[in-house]
Structure formats: C-alpha cells, structure tokens
C-alpha cells in the first residue's frame, strides 16, 4: 500500500482521486491546502485524515509515502523539489516544470534521495497509446507526423468577461502551449526522440497569454507538427504518414479510434471503448515504479525532451514566464 497526500484541491485532483477506488495500493491520507478548512472538506470524503496548512509541516510529515502535485504550474518546482528532498515520491501534473533548468534540477532530486518523479501525462500510460506504437510498424518509413489538440476553454467565456482565470494568465507558467500543447509535443518526443531543429508561431489575447500555436519540429526523415488551441475546436484527427500507409487518431490525449489506410485502399478500424478519464494507467505506472517493479527512466527522458522542445518553441514564439528568471 502506498498512502499518498496531495497538493492542489481543485477538479483535476477530483478526476484522479474519482479513479483510485479500483486501486488497490492506492491509499489518500493526508491533503494540503492554504486554507485547512478546505483541505478538510476536500480530502474527508476520500478517507484522508491527516490535513495541512503549512507546506514545511507537510513535507515534514510521515502520515504519507508519495504526492500528487496539481498547483498552478508555476508552484510545480518549489513544491516538487521540497517533497524530494524530504524523500516523497512526486507524481506531478505536466507539465512538470516551467523550464528545463527546472525540470532538470527536479529528476536530479530525485535521483539524489532515491525517489520517484514522474509527470502525470495521462495519455501516454494508456493501453490505446501501446496500439499506436504498434502498429506504426506498419506504417513503413514514417515521414509526417501531425499531432493537434484543439479545446474551446469554458474559461475562455469568462476571459471575454473579464475574469482571468489561471488558465489564461502567463506569469503563472499558463497559456495554450503548456495547457494543451504539451500533450501533443510529449507523445511526439516519446515517440520519435528529439528534433534537430523546432519552428514555432502563436496567437495571443489582449493580456500576453498565449492562445493557440503551431509548432514544427524537423526530424532527419521526417516532419512534425504539433497544433494546438484553447479558443476554437477542431475535428481533425491527429495522423502520422508513412510510405506504406497513413495512421488516424482520435484525441491523442485519450485516444477512442485508430484507422490505418493501406496504399492499396485497404482499411483497418481500431475502436477502444476508454473510458472517459483515463488517469488510472498513470497511477498504477507510478505505484509500480515506487514498489520497484518500473523503471521511469524512459519517462524522464520524454521529459526533459519535452521540456527542451517546448522552451525552445516559447523562445521563436516570444513566450517568457517569471519562473524563466529565477535562479
């Protein structure tokens, strides 16, 4: 059994604690919160008992083995890094850390005191995702890839009234290429490794937040392309091209469909019946890694991979955070 505590009591939170019951080595027991009221209000249905208002006492505190951090994005490093030095195991919300000085200075931690850190990029714990490595091997020489996540923000129709929610402001590390961006870029990178070259173009709001973005990212033998938006829909699935056939894909952050088409016409039709919050796979991936049964180390590399691609895009998009500052 691995007792948990957690940082960040907001719906993100609500969706991965709605999927541990089925998990057995899953345990909640301690939550931290500015507010200990709310700590206790959020964590008491779970079965959590032990509630925190102080960050240092937390951190301090043996009433939990491992934490999942879902603070603002810009909290992630200091946060992170105080739970590994006091040798809790860290399942944190992607992305990981604003920058790769961070993200780096992170896994470091970790490594120094012998713990766990993993970012909690759903998709890619997902059986569906496996399928899709899969058969690419059919696909021949791959020589395109287009990768796109394109979510209308509720948040957004309160952005247009006014209200700046943390989704749409920048010194918090947000905006559209870290909310969403990033799950086009991680599985890209996981799957194909690190560009030789990264091309990048964004479109902003009144208050410097990036809205939606293109990202191009060159390969040897071949091209990525990463779209990506807060502020629209799109219904065109993510696709990866080979010589030898094309490869469509439902939502790749959740994947429901896989179509393969042959040169020669033939079509092949993969349907998962997902259910709708796929954050289970990330946490038994994650319990297995601190039992020792796992090893994060391909994890990390798409990572700090995915960080390095994402810095350098914010670098041709103009994108700066507070957190790019800090020493």
Same mark, same amino acid.
């Given at each position: 059994?691995?007792?948990?505590?957690?940082?960040?009591?907001?719906?993100?939170?609500?969706?991965?604690?709605?999927?541990? !019951?089925?998990?057995?080595?899953?345990?909640? !027991?301690?939550?931290?919160?500015?507010?200990?009221?709310? %700590?206790?209000?959020?964590?008491?249905?779970?079965?959590?008992?032990?509630?925190?208002?102080?960050?240092?006492?937390?951190?301090?505190?043996? !009433? $939990?083995?491992?934490?999942?951090? %879902?603070?603002?994005?810009?909290?992630?490093?200091?946060? /992170?890094?105080?739970?590994?030095?006091?040798?809790?195991?860290?399942?944190?919300?992607?992305?990981?850390?604003?920058?790769?000085?961070?993200?780096?200075?992170?896994?470091?931690?970790?490594?120094?005191?012998?713990?766990?850190?993993?970012?909690?990029?759903?998709?890619?714990?997902?059986?569906? $995702?496996?399928?899709?490595?899969?058969?690419?091997?059919?696909?021949? !020489?791959?020589?395109?890839?287009? $990768?796109?996540?394109? @979510?209308?923000?509720?948040?957004?129709?309160?952005?247009?009234?006014?209200?700046?929610?943390?989704?749409?402001?920048?010194?918090?590390?947000?905006? &559209?290429?870290?909310?969403?961006?990033?799950?086009?870029?991680?599985?890209?990178?996981?799957?194909?490794?690190?560009?030789?070259?990264?091309?990048?173009?964004?479109?902003?709001?009144?208050?410097?937040?990036?809205?939606?973005?293109?990202?191009?990212?060159?390969?040897?033998?071949?091209?990525?392309?990463?779209?990506?938006?807060?502020?629209? =829909?799109? &219904?065109?699935?993510?696709?990866?091209?080979?010589?030898?056939?094309?490869?469509?894909?439902?939502?790749?952050?959740? /994947?429901?469909? +896989?179509?393969?088409?042959?040169?020669?016409?033939?079509?092949?039709?993969?349907?998962?019946?997902? @259910?709708?919050?796929?954050?289970?796979?990330?946490?038994?991936?994650?319990?297995?890694?601190?039992?020792?049964?796992?090893?994060? =180390?391909?994890?990390?590399?798409?990572?700090?991979?995915?960080?390095?691609?994402?810095?350098? &895009?914010?670098?041709?998009?103009? +994108?700066? $955070?507070?957190?790019?500052?800090?020493?």
């Amino acid at each position: 059994m691995i007792r948990f505590g957690i940082i960040g009591t907001n719906f993100v939170t609500e969706w991965l604690l709605s999927i541990t !019951t089925g998990i057995r080595d899953f345990q909640l !027991t301690a939550v931290y919160s500015r507010d200990k009221k709310r %700590a206790e209000a959020f964590g008491t249905p779970y079965g959590a008992t032990h509630f925190f208002d102080d960050l240092e006492e937390f951190a301090n505190s043996d !009433t $939990f083995d491992a934490v999942y951090i %879902a603070s603002p994005n810009c909290c992630h490093y200091e946060q /992170t890094m105080l739970m590994l030095q006091h040798k809790k195991h860290v399942l944190c919300e992607k992305p990981l850390a604003s920058n790769v000085k961070e993200a780096s200075r992170m896994f470091d931690c970790a490594r120094e005191n012998n713990v766990v850190l993993l970012e909690a990029m759903r998709s890619v714990f997902a059986p569906e $995702f496996m399928k899709i490595r899969s058969y690419m091997k059919k696909l021949g !020489t791959i020589r395109r890839v287009s $990768f796109c996540y394109n @979510q209308y923000s509720r948040r957004y129709n309160n952005y247009k009234k006014g209200i700046i929610e943390n989704a749409f402001r920048p010194e918090l590390s947000n905006g &559209a290429l870290m909310d969403l961006g990033c799950y086009c870029i991680y599985p890209m990178v996981f799957l194909f490794g690190l560009p030789s070259d990264v091309q990048g173009v964004s479109t902003f709001l009144d208050n410097g937040v990036d809205a939606a973005g293109t990202v191009l990212l060159q390969y040897d033998h071949m091209i990525g392309e990463v779209h990506y938006s807060k502020v629209n =829909y799109s &219904a065109l699935p993510s696709e990866i091209q080979g010589e030898e056939a094309s490869m469509l894909i439902t939502e790749i952050a959740s /994947t429901k469909d +896989i179509t393969v088409r042959y040169n020669n016409g033939f079509k092949e039709v993969v349907h998962f019946d997902q @259910q709708d919050n796929n954050m289970e796979y990330e946490v038994r991936a994650f319990i297995a890694m601190v039992k020792g049964e796992k090893s994060p =180390y391909v994890y990390e590399k798409a990572s700090m991979n995915a960080a390095t691609v994402m810095e350098e &895009a914010r670098k041709k998009m103009r +994108i700066h $955070f507070p957190a790019d500052d800090r020493e």
